[in-house]
């Protein structure tokens, strides 16, 4: 079916489409004319009955489908809609093993244990060494005078605070950080890293975090491993459960705050306004409103378990249905001005870390605390930043990432 505010053929799964145009103005027509929108797209992977994909646009409806486990699955790859953007049946299976394409009774399960690491006390005992960390990659990026932001100050914090986390060994962690960038964005030509080269590297980050694990057993430390594994407790990760989880962090936790605090810094610089305000007020608020902004995780997807209606529309049971968080947090009828970059926005219900169901964002309190960090290190130590040329984009339909942005320091 073509929908009259699109251009022929158009695609949200196109990783052309979203070149600068994000949000993309084609979400607010859709908003208006047709919010559940069935965009028919070949997909050529044997047993799944359609060739296409739903899009869901407005706020409410992507908090629906996120609520509503039992009608919309969770079990068939979440991060790709059309399948054949490179994904083959075995890779679908194995995901499985990921909590983030698991659906209730399994992933209660899982989420039950791993949430022993993401208690409000567990981030909080992280915060002094993140601060410091903060402190010393904004110094060191001040004293080159120059330089791209994403490499110097926005790629390493999230990868220290994972393995913070995790109590990675501090010898282990440079190859820990290299295999988790090699797996993310590899549909990126500019970057050179291969489907190869990812996977093989996702399957060197699972071997050492199972290695981990089983040292952990053997020999329990005060740190989340031994918490999550360690035989004493009641409901417990395997190794290789532990496996798959150390690699979903790697991914999930990664380049998602990476790019918010990119994004966040390409904001403040293009509203100086907003960046007086953050020196001088430092309001609580200002870090949501960052990912609202920035909506790192462009959508995510899920599968209808049955026939069922949504925002009008009558979707079948086995079709695909995509969430769009970049078109709902810009929904006019949630958000009073969307595009405006405003650092005190009070109520600010947006959907950046997910709609609200079960697969929340596990990680939110510490992102948000990252980003703080960042941001009140730059605040603290560097009197005046400026662009220095326009950010350099990721290639991706996925992510809304930025892999350079040059600035200068004062
Ligand atoms: C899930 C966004 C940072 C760990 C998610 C989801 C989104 C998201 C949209 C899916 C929600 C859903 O399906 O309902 C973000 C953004 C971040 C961020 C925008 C940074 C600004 C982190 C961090 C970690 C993390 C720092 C951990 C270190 C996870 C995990 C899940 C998840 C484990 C899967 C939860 C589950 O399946 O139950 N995140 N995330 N995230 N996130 Fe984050």
């Not at 740190?223 to 999930?252: K, M, P, T, Y």
Request: charged share 25%; hydrophobic share 40%; glycine share 8%.
């Amino acid at each position: 079916m073509h929908c009259p505010a699109l251009p022929e053929g158009f695609d949200f799964t196109d990783p052309d489409v979203y070149q600068s145009r994000v949000p993309l103005p084609e979400f607010a027509r859709l908003r208006q004319t047709a919010p559940v929108w069935w965009n028919a797209q070949p997909h050529g992977i044997a047993g799944f009955d359609d060739d296409g994909y739903w899009v869901v646009t407005r706020h409410q409806d992507v908090k629906e489908v996120s609520t509503r486990p039992e009608v919309f699955s969770a079990n068939v790859n979440t991060s790709i809609i059309r399948f054949n953007q490179g994904i083959s049946r075995d890779q679908i299976e194995v995901q499985k093993l990921i909590m983030l394409n698991m659906d209730p009774p399994e992933h209660t399960r899982v989420r039950q244990i791993v949430q022993r690491g993401f208690t409000p006390r567990a981030v909080r005992a992280l915060e002094g060494a993140l601060r410091r960390r903060a402190g010393q990659i904004v110094e060191e990026a001040r004293h080159k005078g120059s330089g791209d932001f994403v490499t110097d100050v926005a790629c390493e914090l999230p990868l220290q605070a994972i393995a913070e986390l995790i109590g990675i060994p501090q010898e282990d962690r440079a190859r820990i950080f290299d295999w988790s960038n090699k797996m993310i964005a590899y549909d990126d030509p500019e970057l050179a890293i291969t489907e190869e080269v990812g996977a093989n590297a996702a399957m060197e980050l699972i071997s050492y975090a199972m290695n981990l694990a089983a040292a952990r057993k053997e020999c329990p430390a005060q740190d989340i491993v031994s918490r999550l594994v360690a035989a004493e407790h009641d409901g417990n990760l395997g190794s290789d459960e532990f496996g798959f989880f150390v690699l979903l962090l790697a991914v999930a936790g990664n380049e998602t705050t990476r790019n918010a605090i990119t994004h966040g810094m390409h904001a403040f610089l293009t509203h100086p306004d907003q960046w007086e305000l953050y020196k001088r007020e430092r309001p609580a608020s200002a870090a949501e409103e960052i990912v609202r902004w920035a909506t790192p995780v462009v959508s995510f997807q899920r599968t209808a378990t049955q026939d069922t209606e949504l925002g009008g529309a009558r979707i079948k049971k086995g079709q695909r249905v995509g969430i769009f968080y970049s078109s709902a947090n810009h929904d006019p009828s949630v958000f009073d001005r969307p595009e405006v970059f405003d650092i005190t926005r009070d109520p600010n219900p947006h959907l950046g870390f997910g709609g609200g169901g079960p697969h929340f964002c596990l990680g939110k309190s510490l992102a948000v605390l990252e980003i703080n960090l960042i941001f009140n290190a730059l605040a603290d130590a560097v009197p005046g930043i400026s662009l220095a040329g326009d950010p350099r984009r990721l290639r991706s339909a996925w992510l809304n990432g930025v892999k350079e942005l040059q600035v200068h320091y004062r």
